[in-house]
């Protein structure tokens, strides 16, 4: 189980786009994640008749490491680390580790 997921709300602590917010869009096995407009870098693309794309130059959404993003917390409108917390009946959460509320409320 992954500290950061799909769908989750995220800020980027480093890099170019340094304070940005974005949704996570997918996540990669190799330690990358793909951002909603973080990281936007232009890639010329030449046109497919065969799937009805135009050529040009397209803006793409390149993946970032997983190490320089943090879940953002929106309680304390902060960035926050993540930690596990198994309950009662056996179920595994995250939680945030600066005021312990659950992460998936």
């Known amino acids: 189980m992954s500290k950061i997921l799909k769908g989750?709300?995220?800020i980027?602590?480093?890099g170019k786009d340094k304070g940005k917010r974005g949704v996570v869009t997918s996540v990669l096995e190799n330690g990358l994640v793909v951002v909603e407009g973080i990281n936007v870098?232009?890639?010329h693309q030449k046109p497919n008749p065969m799937k009805?794309?135009?050529?040009?130059?397209v803006a793409k959404?390149?993946?970032?490491q997983i190490s320089?993003?943090?879940l953002f917390n929106a309680a304390t409108d902060k960035a926050d680390r993540v930690a596990y917390k198994v309950l009662?009946?056996?179920?595994?959460?995250?939680?945030?580790?600066?005021?312990?509320?659950?992460?998936?409320?």
């Open 8 to 10: 989750d709300q995220v």
């Open 12 to 14: 980027v602590n480093t």
């Open 41 to 43: 870098a232009k890639k």
């Open 52 to 57: 009805g794309e135009a050529g040009g130059i």
């Open 61 to 64: 959404e390149m993946p970032i």
């Open 68 to 70: 320089n993003i943090a």
């Open 88 to 105: 009662k009946d056996g179920r595994k959460i995250r939680v945030y580790k600066s005021n312990g509320e659950a992460v998936d409320a």
